[in-house]
Antibody, heavy 121, light 110 residues
Framework: EVQLVQSGAEVKKPGESLKISCKGFGYDFRNFWIAWVRQMPGKGLEWMGI????????RYSPSFEGQVSISVDRSTNTAYLQWSRLKTSDSAIYFC??????????????WGQGTQVTVSS | QSALTQPASVSGSPGESITISCTGT?????????VSWYQQHPGKAPKFIISDVYYRPSGVSNRFSGSKSGNTASLAISGLQAEDEATYHCTSYTTSGTLLFGGGTKVTVL
């Protein structure tokens, strides 16, 4: 069974660093793109960026480039989303989603359960 | 890049049909047939229901159908049921090599 399992909720202070994870089960992790999507409270979905675990090809939304870093560890079938200095405005739920394609049409066929990130002083 | 435009809310009675629009530009929705749709119930992760404008994955009810005309894609739900009450999101690949989501449409079953 295909599953994306994300790390648990985080509570952090402004200025702290954070790395959340998304582990794939039940499929060949190297062959599917993993996207990260933000959902702020009561708002829609926002695409942050995407990585291909096979070759680490990474693309970022202009809105998030320089604000976050996306990486992958092929040995553990895990993708990561990282902040070096959190802001209160980073408080949101973050989802990972896999797709068999990107430049020829992206669709998130499986999604992680989401990771709640709360940044507060 | 601005988000794709979706109506904030759409409602219908059980058994009725509704349509949700997703309007972009010639640089995203109008450029490719790379629009997908997702259903999200409160507190849950989005669920994939349509890819590439029209294609419904196995396991998704045939009451859901997608279409596109120019810069506007649409999701139709026929035979509306209580379980269809959720927020629906569209997304499109863009000519810049990025993805855009719509703001989401809350469907209420009256």
């Amino acid at each position: 069974e295909v599953q994306l399992v994300q790390s648990g909720a985080e509570v952090k202070k402004p200025g702290e660093s954070l790395k959340i994870s998304c582990k794939g089960f039940g499929y060949d992790f190297r062959n599917f793109w993993i996207a990260w999507v933000r959902q702020m409270p009561g708002k829609g979905l926002e695409w942050m960026g995407i990585i291909h675990p096979g070759d680490s090809d990474t693309r970022y939304s202009p809105s998030f480039e320089g604000q976050v870093s996306i990486s992958v560890d092929r040995s553990t079938n895990t993708a990561y989303l990282q902040w070096s200095r959190l802001k209160t405005s980073d408080s949101a739920i973050y989802f990972c989603a896999r797709s068999p394609t990107y430049t020829t049409g992206w669709y998130g066929d499986y999604w992680g359960q989401g990771t709640q990130v709360t940044v507060s002083s | 890049q601005s988000a794709l435009t979706q109506p904030a809310s759409v409602s219908g009675s059980p058994g009725e049909s509704i349509t949700i629009s997703c309007t972009g530009t010639s640089s995203d929705v109008g450029a490719y047939n790379y629009v997908s749709w997702y259903q999200q119930h409160p507190g849950k992760a989005p669920k994939f229901i349509i890819s590439d404008v029209y294609y419904r994955p196995s396991g998704v009810s045939n009451r859901f159908s997608g279409s596109k005309s120019g810069n506007t894609a649409s999701l139709a739900i026929s035979g509306l049921q209580a379980e269809d009450e959720a927020t629906y999101h569209c997304t499109s690949y863009t000519t810049s090599g990025t993805l855009l989501f719509g703001g989401g449409t809350k469907v209420t079953v009256l």
